[in-house]
């Protein structure tokens, strides 16, 4: 019998070689306690959080807590089947509707998460055949979506206006197109230059889809994202978010202007072939939603946070992922697996909690020390941060 489970040989290996050096594993911590969006217990010590994606603070707002029980209460913990049965209730569609206010579109499709939300709505749209044109960093849920539908992928180089261009021009006139392209890219966090590519994508006769998971109630200056930031919100086809982030709670959606597009709940399969979520969810989703629409003090607050973190950290010599801030994420660029494993366990100890990525999530095999600000951090917590970057930089040598 051959092992299946055999090709992973290497990475268990890589992994057993890390753990030897005595660090602790970076990919199997637990938060025995979470006391607030920013401060959680780690090994029993009390720990900042930098690494949760929670970047409105969205999870202990008062408001989202009381409209989750008061549902949990109303509705039962589940719906027990699809959204196309027996599982829709009435939060699931106060939350697509709370998605339409908030992105002033006709349609809005909830998803159990938002890797399905990706998942689903690309392999629905692009099947054989059809063509999918990609920024080589796409997240792995686009690239899954793909798979899936069975598409052609095309990959250009990341963020590289002109190489979209070359590459939409070498296709078929006649065949069907669709961009995808993402606000944010979650790993260095850059962002896209999306009023040139959508620009290029509609010369060229392509549909657009654009991931806002990382952007979504922040950016923009009704956090719409980067497509409303740049003014092309409107030219964009597809909207894709997630409610695991800005949101705080869990779940996926797209949002559209097309007339046609609710066909999509009968054709799309992750919609259609899985159980909707717990209608408390929804109810924590619409509520913080609607709260994120009128949230202009806390976005000005987290570009705040993520422009000084950003400015201290290459202060005190770490090398970054981006040249300014451009977003909520912050990556430190670690020079290989070993040492950003030590430095994450450094910061640990100081009581800091971050993401360490490494390949083949990262581009161009970095490991990366990845920060995610949120609009909870005061400033003072911000210094104390740049603080225990100093010492762990010190004590591992990597400043």
């Not at 992922?321 to 994420?329: D, F, L, R, V």
């Amino acid at each position: 019998m051959t092992d299946l489970l055999s090709k992973f040989d290497p990475l268990i290996q890589e992994r057993e070689t890390l753990l030897a050096t005595g660090v602790k594993d970076p990919f199997s911590l637990v938060m025995e306690e979470v006391k607030s969006p920013t401060v959680a217990v780690c090994n029993g010590k009390e720990t900042i959080l930098l690494g949760t994606y929670n970047y409105m603070g969205m999870t202990f707002d008062d408001d989202v807590r009381e409209a989750g029980l008061t549902a949990l209460k109303e509705f039962g913990s589940g719906t027990t089947g699809s959204r196309v049965l027996n599982g829709t209730y009435s939060p699931h569609k106060d939350c697509e509707d709370a998605l339409k206010e908030f992105y002033a579109m006709d349609h809005a499709m909830v998803f159990s998460t938002g890797y399905q939300a990706n998942l689903g709505i690309i392999s629905t749209l692009a099947g054989k055949g059809d063509y999918v044109i990609l920024d080589i960093d796409s997240h792995a849920s686009i690239y899954d979506g793909c798979a899936m539908g069975n598409a052609e992928i095309v990959a250009f180089r990341h963020n590289d206006v002109e190489a979209l261009e070359k590459r939409l021009k070498r296709l078929p006139a006649d065949a069907g197109k669709l961009v995808v392209l993402e606000g944010v890219y979650s790993m260095l966090g850059d962002v896209a230059p999306l009023k040139e590519m959508i620009r290029i994508c509609k010369e060229n006769g392509a549909m657009t889809l654009v991931d806002e998971a990382h952007s979504m109630g922040f950016i923009g200056e009704n956090g719409r994202g980067v497509a409303e930031h740049q003014g092309v919100i409107d030219n964009v086809d597809f909207i894709i978010g997630t409610f695991s982030k800005s949101v705080g709670t869990v779940g996926g959606f797209c949002v559209s202007n097309h007339p046609k597009f609710e066909i999509m709940r009968l054709v799309c399969r992750p919609y259609v072939f899985t159980a909707s979520l717990p209608p408390s969810v929804m109810a924590t989703a619409a509520t913080s939603i609607r709260k994120l629409m009128h949230s202009g003090n806390k976005r000005a607050h987290l570009w705040e946070n993520s422009k000084k973190l950003h400015k201290g950290l290459r202060d005190l010599g770490f090398e970054l992922g981006t040249p300014e801030a451009q977003s909520a994420i912050i990556a430190v660029i670690m020079p290989d697996l070993e040492r950003g494993a030590m430095m994450w366990q450094a910061l640990l100890q100081e009581g800091l909690y971050v993401n360490l990525a490494r390949p083949p999530a990262t581009p161009a095999n970095m490991t990366l020390l990845r920060c995610s600000l949120c609009a909870e951090h005061t400033s003072e917590q911000v210094d104390q941060i740049l603080g225990m970057f100093e010492a762990a930089g010190k004590a591992v040598g990597a400043i």
